[in-house]
Structures are given as structure tokens and as C-alpha cells.
Nanobody, 121 residues
Framework: QVQLVESGGGLVQAGGSLRLSCAAS????????VGWYRQAPGNQRELVAR???????NYADSVKGRFTISRDNAKNTVYLQMTSLKPEDTAVYYC???????????????WGQGTQVTVSS
């Protein structure tokens, strides 16, 4: 089973940028879709961006125009470029992949450890 591992989080000032990586242990094409999710304390996990195996992308309204999801098939990695960060973007960010309907629903049995993003004001 292909595993996904998140990295790239950190502490950044408001207005700054970060790039998160989601590296697959095998072929990224094992996944029909890959999504980036985030969960802030006290909140439910939410889908912020997704990308299909053909490169079609979709974003939550809260990040549209600021975040960009992309994939490097040669490196079996999906990225989340985050710009114009706001304090409300502070959360643990996770990636997960599978059938597109599952990516949209976020209904996965297991999750990785995620990567913490903290945006200071």
C-alpha cells in the first residue's frame, strides 16, 4: 500500500509563504486524486485543495487565489504552495489520496502525522 508523508510546515509571519510536500512511497498514479486538508484546534478537518491524476485542481473558497496545488509525477510528490498566509491558516496540514469521491469526502481510515503550519500576526 502506498503511503503519503507530509513535510514542509513551520512558523511564518502573516503575508509570508510556505510550500508543503506530500511524498508517496510508491507511484502517485495509484491515487485517482490527492487532497490537502487542514485541522485547526477545535475544528473539523477540512479539504483545502485537491488534484486529480490528470491535473485538474479545485480549492476551498478560503484559500482560492492564495494556495496552489501541483504534482511532480517524476518525484511522486504533491505540493501545496501557500502564499499571503493569514493567522487563520494556522493548522495541522495533512495529505491523503484515493478515489476522488473519497478525497472529496475526506472519509479515510487512516491519516499521517501531518505538518504544523503556524502563521503569526
Amino acid at each position: 500500500q502506498v503511503q503519503l508523508v507530509e513535510s514542509g510546515g513551520g512558523l511564518v509571519q502573516a503575508g509570508g509563504s510556505l510550500r508543503l510536500s506530500c511524498a508517496a512511497s510508491g507511484s502517485i498514479f495509484d491515487f485517482n486524486g490527492v487532497g490537502w486538508y487542514r485541522q485547526a484546534p477545535g475544528n473539523q478537518r477540512e479539504l483545502v485543495a485537491r488534484i486529480t491524476s490528470t491535473g485538474t485542481t479545485n480549492y476551498a473558497d478560503s484559500v482560492k487565489g492564495r494556495f496552489t496545488i501541483s504534482r511532480d509525477n517524476a518525484k511522486n510528490t504533491v505540493y501545496l504552495q501557500m502564499t499571503s498566509l493569514k493567522p487563520e491558516d494556522t493548522a495541522v496540514y495533512y495529505c491523503n489520496g484515493g478515489r476522488l469521491t473519497r478525497v472529496v469526502s475526506g472519509n479515510f481510515d487512516s491519516w499521517g502525522q501531518g505538518t504544523q503550519v503556524t502563521v503569526s500576526s
